[in-house]
């Protein structure tokens, strides 16, 4: 831990004297490590760790900043101990010690089931119905303090989508929204965040700037919701970023030409991640992308023009989930070096990096990760 935090120090007084040089001027070793942080992976259907995996030898190798987990990296006999162990090992190779991330909504966003071994959860629209804060902080609880004994520190979670248009496809019939009122979705979110933060667990809300009114998937297509997006929607983020306890922010891919009128999804607009997150709604945490090979992102923006936007748009930490065919996967040593390229090529810069590696390591700090 010593170790680890010497070389933090060394590179944060590094990047704390550059503004926005080349990168030409900068130690390679230094630039890597920061890109490497900005990174989060999925790591396939692995259950344990295996030398000779190709995802996991790489990860070794680098700086990532993290994995996120999925219900295929779950032992269906052993489902507890086994992922125990699984994470434990992750962190154990871990240069850096690492967000260990996981979709647990409850109900029907659930990777943790109870025929794994875990309790039973209850969906975001089941709680809003009974509308009980009380039993919204109790789930949450137990939630959270699950992660916690797993060693789980990131929840991409609650969603603070507005229930708007009811043959939602990916938000309501789904369960995930507490409602269509603002002030209900901020209340119960709270709760859930409060759940979280006590037990050190960063969440992310999302997806930012509002996805309930949606009819498409940005899993499969672009999702165009210019005429049906309500400046309500931002009512959640503005007073969960005012009472000062968001940790994280998922950014969603849908397009909104109401916020940015070149039509780019949420992920790589600039108007809507700096000038309306950052600079408008005052919020300073880390700002997470959604998975960066759905669908809305790649069919029509391409692996590398849509991480250049991405990061110079607002996007701290790049999330690729790999839940696709092998011929379409992505390895960290692909994505590290694309972006050192465009970095020395001029396309991203470097202004962002930094102020992306500040935020993680801050945060990492935060909940004890680092010293």
Do not use: C
Request: hydrophobic share 40%.
């Amino acid at each position: 831990m010593r170790i680890i935090s010497i070389i933090l120090f060394s590179i944060i007084l590094n990047f704390n004297s550059v503004s926005n040089k080349r990168a030409n001027n900068i130690q390679s070793d230094s630039l890597r490590l920061k890109i490497s942080q900005m990174l989060i992976f999925g790591i396939g259907d692995l259950q344990k760790v295996l030398e000779s995996d190709s995802m996991l030898e790489a990860y070794s190798k680098n700086y990532l900043g993290g994995i996120i987990l999925f219900e295929k990296n779950i032992n269906k006999k052993r489902g507890k101990h086994h992922l125990k162990i699984l994470i434990d090992e992750v962190q154990r190779i871990s240069q850096i010690p690492s967000f260990i991330a996981i979709d647990e909504e409850g109900g029907k966003v659930n990777r943790l089931k109870p025929e794994y071994g875990f309790h039973q959860t209850k969906s975001a629209k089941y709680l809003g119905q009974l509308n009980n804060l009380d039993s919204t902080y109790y789930y949450a609880k137990l939630t959270s303090s699950l992660l916690k004994e797993l060693g789980i520190n990131v929840n991409f979670a609650p969603t603070v989508d507005l229930a708007l248009n009811l043959e939602n496809s990916v938000i309501y019939k789904y369960e995930r929204s507490y409602g269509k009122d603002p002030e209900k979705v901020h209340f119960h979110a709270l709760k859930f965040i409060k759940a979280h933060n006590e037990n050190n667990i960063i969440t992310a809300i999302k997806h930012f700037p509002g996805h309930g009114s949606s009819s498409t998937d940005t899993h499969k297509e672009v999702t165009d919701v210019s005429k049906s997006w309500i400046i309500e929607e931002l009512f959640p983020y503005q007073k969960l970023i005012d009472e000062g306890v968001v940790t994280g922010i998922m950014s969603s891919h849908v397009v909104n030409s109401q916020l940015d009128d070149s039509m780019l999804p949420a992920t790589l607009s600039k108007k809507t991640l700096t000038t309306l997150l950052r600079e408008f709604l005052s919020y300073k945490g880390l700002i997470f992308s959604d998975d960066m090979q759905m669908s809305a992102i790649t069919k029509y923006y391409g692996l590398e023009n849509s991480i250049i936007m991405a990061i110079n748009g607002g996007i701290d930490v790049l999330l690729f989930s790999n839940n696709q065919t092998a011929k379409n996967k992505v390895s960290p040593e692909q994505i590290i070096s694309l972006i050192e390229k465009n970095i020395e090529d001029g396309n991203i810069s470097m202004l962002r990096i930094n102020e992306s590696f500040r935020r993680i390591i801050k945060l990492k700090k935060k909940i004890n990760l680092i010293d």
